[in-house]
């Protein structure tokens, strides 16, 4: 299993416009983050999580040709709204939760029940709690809630990612215990209303003990890659975009 991380910053990305801060003034390139973007092979499946704006920018910098499915978490435009850049990757099964299945219908209705040549073609699959496979992989839907807003992460595997929440439930979290990797959303070190602090972000990995974590979305309000990796604890990193590991 192989997990390519194609971008690793909140919906505004980083640098942010206009700002002189360090994080955005940073020479580092493990301090510009993209909109946030996953892609997972399993077994010669690929797997997308998300495709947001910089989705073209992404897939030409990572070589990506191929995709069998796409796997959104919600509907926010950071993290659908490249959707039209999967024209060259033919059909594409896309796999929601109804309420985001309304948004792609709305914001992408073009692409449903048009033979206009040229344009994205999208299977949705709308999905629930309970597991589905593609080509053979399982994947366990997990559900959180973006301050007042349904999201789904998802269990593929040994292998576990949560973005765009600040609750969820106990019973859900069981859905992730036993994980080799685990990544999720670590905003910033000041409280969020929907998204997690490094704090809070550090008490979910407490609760289920994975063997590695990897935070993404982080805003330039989280720090300098360089001295933030060097204050978590032991198993816990802070991903940037490009990196690849395999497990």
Known sequence: MKVTFLGTGTSSGV???????????STDPRDHRLRCSS??????VKILIDCGPDFRQQALANGLT????????????????????LRPFGNVDVYVSELTAKALRRVYSYCFNNDYPG?????????????????????VPVRALHYCLPVFGYRI???GYLTDLKSIADEELEKLMG???FVVDALRPKKHLSHPSIEEALAIVEKIKPKKTYFVHMSHDFGLHAEQENQLPAGVHV?????????
Not at 39 to 44: A, H, K, S
Not at 67 to 79: F, G, P, R, S, V
Not at 239 to 247: K, V
């Open 15 to 25: 640098p942010f416009i206009g700002c002189s801060c360090k994080v955005c003034k």
């Open 39 to 44: 892609l997972l092979e399993v077994d010669g």
């Open 66 to 85: 191929h995709i069998d499915a796409l796997l959104l978490t919600h509907e926010h435009i950071d993290h659908m709204m490249g959707i039209d850049d």
């Open 119 to 139: 344009i994205p073609s999208l299977s949705l699959h709308e999905i629930d709690d309970r597991p589905f496979s593609v080509k053979g992989v399982e994947i």
């Open 157 to 159: 595997g040994n292998f």
């Open 179 to 181: 994980l080799d990797v």
């Open 239 to 247: 991903a940037y975009d490009g990196l690849s590991i395999e497990f």
